[in-house]
């Protein structure tokens, strides 16, 4: 989970849950307001830039 780090970055901004991490990469793709939480095979794949690494809450 990623809470804490969108709490403190991006506390403002709405969020959307959807399936998968493939799928909000997706999304992301497609309407350039959104932004997602996935990984960078993912931000590969559909030609996303990498705005933050490592936001995860424990990362165990």
Avoid: F, M
């Avoid at 990469?25 to 559909?46: G, Q, V």
């Avoid at 705005?51 to 424990?58: G, K, M, S």
């Amino acid at each position: 989970q990623c809470r804490e780090w969108l709490d403190a970055n991006l506390g403002q901004i709405e969020r959307i849950a959807v399936a998968s991490n493939g799928e909000a990469a997706r999304l992301a793709r497609k309407d350039s307001s959104c932004a997602a939480i996935a990984s960078d095979t993912a931000a590969t794949i559909y030609e996303l830039s990498v705005l933050a690494r490592n936001i995860e809450d424990d990362p165990q």
